[in-house]
């Protein structure tokens, strides 16, 4: 026994003693590296952050099932239901700026949110009913609360 824990300690001594990194706190994670390492992981993070860019920037495709349609398909479905093919109206956003200002809610007026858009089909109570893509991923019809709407557009 006493054999076993003199050799354990001699080993961790040993790897201790020859280990690469002394055991001083660091400001920066990439100090450790070697210079040429440093730079290929800056440059993977450039590379990433192109990626990343041109991502945000371009319309998501749906995998599994989509025929070709964006993942955030609200705006997609509106165009196809209203017979505008403009690919920039696949981001909700941008439907704010189509067409003309409605100035309020109403039956056959777009309602655009910063993150969803739909059509307003009829009212019940002190709420709209909304059709809309990509609502619980499906198409549908419902009344809705249109707070925090940012625009009312006739598309026409």
Aim: net charge positive; with cysteine; hydrophobic share 45%.
């Amino acid at each position: 026994m006493k054999k076993k824990l003199v050799a354990s300690l001699f080993v961790f001594a040993t790897v201790i003693a020859f280990a690469p990194h002394s055991a001083q706190a660091r400001g920066h994670r990439h100090q450790g590296f070697h210079h040429s390492a440093r730079h290929a992981v800056q440059g993977h993070h450039a590379i990433s952050r192109a990626r990343g860019h041109a991502r945000r920037h371009a319309p998501r495709v749906a995998r599994a099932g989509g025929a070709g349609r964006p993942a955030a398909w609200c705006g997609w479905w509106l165009g196809q239901h209203l017979g505008i093919g403009d690919r920039k109206l696949w981001l909700a956003r941008n439907w704010a700026s189509i067409g003309s200002n409605a100035g309020s809610p109403g039956v056959g007026v777009v309602v655009v949110w910063p993150h969803h858009v739909g059509i307003i089909t009829g009212r019940v109570g002190s709420k709209w009913i909304v059709k809309s893509g990509n609502d619980g991923r499906a198409v549908r019809e419902r009344p809705r609360s249109i707070s925090g709407a940012i625009a009312f557009r006739h598309a026409a």
